[in-house]
């Protein structure tokens, strides 16, 4: 006899009468069989039900209304659900994950064509003409697995045309993560191993490079290159034991209220005439405060009062750096400020929804300009712009202060 999981959808069937807690991908079908969604989660009990459980948006509750089935697939960690749940969705295009999307907003996981390929994300159309996984659904969550991989197979960020033309090794060497890349101290044959590795992982193959692995290290051992098969042992222990702490509490974010955008990052600008000019980023996390991930910024290069130059320098200055990017920028100004952003961003190759605010005529409704759309909380982006003018506001101060003493 079939158990009821659902009480509020009793005609609702499960795999085996059974949401376990574990990692997995989930399958959503209709009365026909026919597939309508696919979904990874870090709990596939605690992910499923949350759609019988509480309200949702109309597209998602069309789709609820649809389900008669659920399959699942477990996985022994979340970053191979986000794999397998990419390679489902490539395979069988399930409507309620490609409806109303074109191919310029899918995102992807390409490995360029380079004598030291990069591993880079991609929205649309190839950026190199290299091989691709994917699409995911969810940029973060990508980001999130890129950092979990690069952990255990270091890749190069840098163009061909830099490579070996560093003067010091860049930040991410001195990390583990470049192998040498920047400074021309990388194996190109132990780089390509480390690619093919990238590419059978991103082919949902784990298993398969744990066993090629394993193979590797034991050979090491048997010609005495016992650094070699130290080396291995460590990324076997590391595949075998991936931290995805991260991605499960993504996944458990998917399932909060929270609907907005995953990360957004506030900028403002404080200076009197151009003096001690500052710049802020804040950063709010799913709606809330992140203040480990504030910044602050000194404004270098402009002189004279020009809030536009200086929020292009801020952000030219902000994604060199590498920092998770966000999936959304606000700015404390209108669409001349907007567009200035927008500019910078765009000379790195970025598409970043970018959103203003400015206060009504009145100078009591305060009104948003730009990338505006209806997931946006309004309440949440005001905490943003006064979380960022009281940061900039703090440090021009502090400035300020100093200066007066020397003075």
């Not at 090491?220 to 098969?229: D, G, K, M, T």
Request: net charge positive; charged share 30%.
């Amino acid at each position: 006899m079939d158990k009821v999981l659902f009480k509020n959808r009793p005609e609702v069937k499960v795999k085996d009468n059974l949401l376990p807690e574990t990692p997995g991908v989930y399958l959503m079908k209709d009365a026909n069989g026919r597939l309508l969604y696919v979904g990874k989660a870090g709990s596939l009990k605690r992910r499923v039900s949350s759609y019988f459980n509480r309200p949702h948006d109309a597209r998602i509750e069309r789709m609820v209304s649809e389900i008669r089935k659920i399959d699942y697939f477990k996985t022994d960690t979340t970053l191979e659900a986000l794999i397998l749940e990419a390679l489902l969705i490539k395979r069988h295009r399930p409507p309620y994950n490609v409806k109303d999307k074109d191919d310029k907003s899918f995102l992807y996981i390409e490995v360029a064509r380079d004598k030291f390929p990069r591993v880079m994300l991609v929205r649309g159309k190839s950026a190199s003409g290299g091989r691709r996984f994917g699409p995911f659904t969810s940029a973060s969550s990508a980001r999130i697995a890129l950092q979990i991989i690069r952990k255990i197979f270091p890749f190069s960020v840098h163009l061909p045309e830099a490579i070996g033309k560093f003067k010091r090794p860049c930040f991410d060497y001195e990390i583990g993560l470049c192998p040498g890349t920047c400074v021309g101290k990388a194996d190109r044959r132990s780089y390509l191993s480390n690619i093919r590795n990238i590419e059978k992982l991103l082919s949902g193959r784990k298993k398969e490079v744990v066993r090629s692995l394993e193979r590797r290290m034991k050979a090491s051992s048997s010609h005495l290159e016992f650094e070699e098969a130290q080396r291995l042992k460590r990324q076997i222990f590391a595949l075998q034991h991936i931290e995805d702490t991260a991605l499960i509490g993504e996944d458990a974010q998917a399932s909060a209220e929270w609907r907005g955008p995953h990360r957004i990052e506030g900028y403002d600008i404080s200076d009197i005439s151009g003096q001690s000019a500052v710049g802020s980023m804040v950063v709010f996390t799913d709606g809330k405060p992140d203040k480990n991930e504030y910044r602050r910024f000194k404004i270098r290069t402009v002189i004279g009062a020009n809030d536009f130059a200086m929020l292009q320098e801020i952000m030219r200055r902000r994604l060199r750096n590498r920092w998770p990017l966000p999936d959304l920028i606000l700015i404390d100004g209108g669409m001349g400020q907007v567009n200035a952003v927008r500019e910078a961003v765009t000379e790195f190759g970025l598409r970043i929804p970018i959103v203003g605010m400015i206060k009504g005529p009145d100078r009591k409704d305060t009104r948003l300009v730009g990338s505006v759309t209806g997931l946006l909380d309004k309440k949440v982006l005001i905490q943003v712009r006064d979380e960022a003018h009281r940061f900039a506001i703090n440090y021009h101060r502090r400035l300020r202060g100093a200066n007066f003493v020397r003075d």
